[in-house]
C-alpha cells in the first residue's frame, strides 16, 4: 500500500502524488486505501468523511492477489477527480475505483467520481469503477478502458440514486464467464 488510512478520518485531502507500485508476491495491492478497519482489522470506527483524492497518478504492475488504484469503505461526502489510474496485472481482480459498504458503519454515500483516466489490463476480473452497496453516487466525465480476457466492465454498480454520466467506457473481455447481472 502506497497511501493508507485506518479507521474514521475527517476532512483529509490527498492530491498531486505519483504513486508507482510493482508488485512481484502475488498479494493484495492498494494505491490508495482507506479502511473503517484498524491497522489489525479486528476493530473498526466511524466512516472515513469530507476525503478529496485529486490529481494523483497511481500505477500498479505485476502479479497480484487483487489490486485497486484507488479503494474506500463506507466512504461519506467525498470527491475523487481528476487522477489516472492505470492497473496492469495478471492472476488477481482488479479495479480502478472502488466504493465499498463493509457492513460497519454506513454505505458508501454522496461521493462524486469525475474527470479521472483510468485504464486496466488484466486476466482475471477487471472493473474501472465498482460501487457496492452505494447512494448519491455521481460518475461523470471519466475516460475508462476495461480489458481483460477473464471479463471487464467498466462501471459496475449496485446501489440507489445513482448518476453514471457523459462517461467514455470502453471494454474488451475475450470471456463471459463471472459475468452475472
Same mark, same amino acid.
Given at each position: 500500500?502506497?497511501?493508507?488510512?485506518?479507521?474514521?478520518? +475527517?476532512?483529509?485531502?490527498?492530491?498531486?502524488?505519483?504513486?508507482?507500485?510493482? /508488485?512481484?508476491?502475488?498479494?493484495?495491492?492498494?494505491?490508495?486505501?482507506?479502511?473503517? =478497519?484498524?491497522?489489525? =482489522?479486528? /476493530?473498526? /470506527?466511524?466512516?472515513?468523511?469530507?476525503?478529496?483524492?485529486?490529481?494523483?497518478?497511481?500505477? &500498479?504492475?505485476?502479479?497480484?492477489?487483487?489490486?485497486?488504484?484507488?479503494?474506500?469503505?463506507?466512504?461519506?461526502?467525498?470527491?475523487?477527480?481528476?487522477?489516472?489510474?492505470?492497473?496492469?496485472?495478471? +492472476?488477481?481482480?482488479? =479495479?480502478?475505483?472502488?466504493?465499498?459498504?463493509?457492513?460497519?458503519?454506513?454505505?458508501?454515500?454522496?461521493?462524486?467520481?469525475?474527470?479521472?483516466? &483510468?485504464?486496466?489490463?488484466?486476466?482475471?476480473?477487471?472493473?474501472?469503477?465498482?460501487?457496492?452497496?452505494?447512494? /448519491?453516487?455521481?460518475?461523470?466525465?471519466?475516460?475508462? =478502458?476495461?480489458?481483460?480476457?477473464? #471479463?471487464?466492465?467498466?462501471?459496475?454498480?449496485? #446501489?440507489?440514486?445513482?448518476?453514471?454520466?457523459?462517461?467514455?467506457?470502453?471494454?474488451?473481455?475475450?470471456?463471459?464467464? #463471472?459475468?452475472?447481472?
Amino acid at each position: 500500500m502506497a497511501i493508507v488510512s485506518y479507521g474514521g478520518t +475527517d476532512n483529509v485531502t490527498i492530491s498531486n502524488n505519483n504513486l508507482f507500485i510493482h /508488485s512481484t508476491n502475488d498479494g493484495y495491492v492498494y494505491g490508495i486505501d482507506s479502511s473503517v =478497519y484498524g491497522s489489525d =482489522y479486528s /476493530s473498526y /470506527s466511524a466512516s472515513p468523511t469530507n476525503h478529496n483524492v485529486i490529481n494523483n497518478t497511481v500505477a &500498479i504492475m505485476g502479479t497480484v492477489s487483487m489490486a485497486e488504484g484507488i479503494y474506500y469503505d463506507e466512504l461519506v461526502n467525498a470527491n475523487i477527480s481528476n487522477n489516472i489510474v492505470a492497473i496492469m496485472a495478471n +492472476d488477481g481482480d482488479l =479495479y480502478g475505483v472502488a466504493l465499498s459498504y463493509s457492513y460497519a458503519n454506513a454505505n458508501p454515500e454522496n461521493v462524486t467520481i469525475d474527470n479521472n483516466k &483510468i485504464a486496466i489490463v488484466g486476466t482475471n476480473m477487471v472493473y474501472g469503477v465498482e460501487l457496492s452497496d452505494v447512494k /448519491s453516487i455521481n460518475v461523470t466525465n471519466n475516460d475508462i =478502458y476495461a480489458i481483460s480476457e477473464g #471479463g471487464a466492465f467498466a462501471v459496475a454498480a449496485q #446501489g440507489n440514486d445513482l448518476l453514471i454520466d457523459s462517461n467514455s467506457l470502453n471494454t474488451y473481455s475475450a470471456s463471459t464467464d #463471472g459475468i452475472t447481472s
